[in-house]
């Protein structure tokens, strides 16, 4: 079992910068993978990034590659998403979650959630 808690969001003017964090509960947190995705209003539930359990491997959505950055400290059960050049569009609960080893884009695959965090970016 994992539980999650996010954290960072908050209200940001476009072009500005946010740091996500992902406070993981349990031992063997070092054995997840872990995705960000997050949710807008009236809108579909959407990948945003994921790191491998070890950290070794990453994936972007095309709409944030180059401006979000996802990382993890094992030792910390911490992950983060640090996110800059925000725009309007980024607005949304952010959720943080978790599956064994392997990183995949798809929420569905992902068993252990955080109840998120809103980030809203002002143009």
């Known amino acids: 079992q994992v539980q999650l808690v996010e954290s960072g969001g908050g209200l940001v003017q476009a072009g500005g910068s946010l740091r996500l964090s992902c406070a993981a509960s349990?031992?063997?947190?070092?054995?997840?993978?872990v995705g960000w995705f997050r949710q807008a209003p009236g809108k579909e539930r959407e990948f945003v990034a994921a790191?491998?359990?070890?950290?070794?491997?990453?994936s972007y959505a095309d709409s944030v590659r180059g401006r979000f950055t996802i990382s993890r400290d094992n030792a910390q059960n911490m992950v983060y998403l640090r996110m800059n050049s925000l725009k309007p569009e980024d607005t949304a609960v952010y959720h943080c979650?978790?599956?064994?080893?392997?990183?995949?884009?798809?929420?569905?695959?992902?068993?252990?959630w955080g109840q998120g965090t809103q980030v809203t970016v002002s143009s």
């Open positions: 979650a978790a599956r064994l080893r392997v990183r995949t884009t798809y929420a569905q695959d992902y068993p252990y």
């Open positions: 349990g031992r063997t947190f070092s054995s997840y993978a």
């Open positions: 790191i491998l359990w070890n950290g070794g491997s990453t």
